[in-house]
Every structure is written in C-alpha cells, then in structure tokens.
C-alpha cells in the first residue's frame, strides 16, 4: 500500500482519498484557520490563502527566516518553540491570546516524516470566541442546532454521559418537543 501522495492529472491521490489541485486550494481559502508553514530551515514558506488576510505582507515574507516576521521581543519566544519543535520536546506548543476583541487559539504543530525527521512547523491561529462563548453557556450539555436544543442522536450523547455519570435510565427524560435555546420554550417539530 502506497502512502505517499501522487499527483496525475490535476489531482493529488493521498492514502485517504483523491482531491483536484482546485479543491485542495478551495479547501484551504475556506476553512476557519489561518494556516502558516515554516520548513526545517526555519523559513517561512507557505500560508493559507483566506480571504481575510493580508496577502501582500505575506508574500513579502515568503522565503524568509520566520524569526524577521516577528517583532524583537518576540523572537525569543519563538526561537523557544521551534527549538522544542525541532528537538522533539515538543510536538504541540499552544498560545492562547486575546487579539482585539476576541480570544485566538494559536498551536505551533511539529511537522515529521514516517522515519520521524523533522520537516517543519505549521502553526494553526484559530478565532475560538465563538466556541468560548458555547462553553460559558454550557451549551456543551445540551444538542443545539442553529439556536435549538434538539433529540435524537444528540439526546444519545447525553442519555450516555449521564449513565456514565451513574444516572438512571429511568431518570432520564426525552423531550418529546423541541426547544428553542435561547428562550426555553417548546418549539413544535
């Protein structure tokens, strides 16, 4: 069985399935991170190209030592991080920051090859606010979709956290109606 991805025709076969260069580009433009990509020599080499980023500022940056795209008293730090990507210390180094109004996420992952060499870092910046606000409205606890607390497999999960808990079967109730999140009141499905 082949691991390594081929490319044939405008499309790059992996292991896990087949997607047109057009995709692949199309994948990355919409997903919620910004993705940034530095080799094992510590250059910066490739980003996401999202639409709310600064392509030019980042293009001027390509090829470049990532340490000259941070600010002086940065640098330290991030010499810090690749040094522990590069060793193998660590292969995760998270910073949580607060940016303008919002709470980011930003994991430094360390990139390595099946023989375990490292090839680089990709560092993921996610905008985690929304999430944060979920969490801080316990909205964990219930099956919400689109502002409504709903059953079925959702009820599942929580049907079977609660028996993990020690809880019942009898004591547990299905809703028979849907209810809206926000106000609690009884929505008709």
């Known amino acids: 069985m082949c691991t390594e991805p081929t490319f044939e025709r405008g499309a790059i076969t992996f292991f896990s399935g087949r997607l047109t260069l057009k995709e692949a580009v199309a994948i990355f433009a919409h997903m919620p991170y910004e993705l940034d990509y ?4 510590d250059e910066y080499v490739w980003y996401s190209p999202n639409p709310w980023r600064d392509n030019d500022r980042l293009q001027k940056r390509l ?4 340490l000259g795209c941070h600010p002086k008293p940065v640098q330290p730090l991030v010499k810090q991080i690749l040094k ?14 607060v940016m303008g109004d919002h709470r980011v996420l930003i994991r430094y992952y360390a990139i390595r090859d099946a023989q375990n060499q490292y090839l680089g870092a990709l560092q993921v910046t996610e905008d985690v606010e929304r999430i944060c606000e979920l969490c801080e409205a316990r909205d ?19 049907h079977a956290n609660r028996l ?3 809880e019942q079967l009898a004591d547990i109730q299905t809703p028979d109606k849907t209810q809206d999140a926000v106000s609690g009141a009884s929505v008709e499905q």
Not at 38 to 41: C, F, G, S, W
């Open 164 to 166: 993990q808990k020690g």
């Open 140 to 158: 964990f606890e219930h099956g919400i979709v689109d502002g409504k607390i709903i059953d079925g497999v959702s009820a599942a999960s929580i």
């Open 38 to 41: 530095v080799n094992k020599n």
């Open 63 to 66: 090829t470049h030592s990532v």
């Open 84 to 97: 522990a990507l590069h060793t193998g210390t660590k292969d995760v180094v998270e910073s949580p920051q």
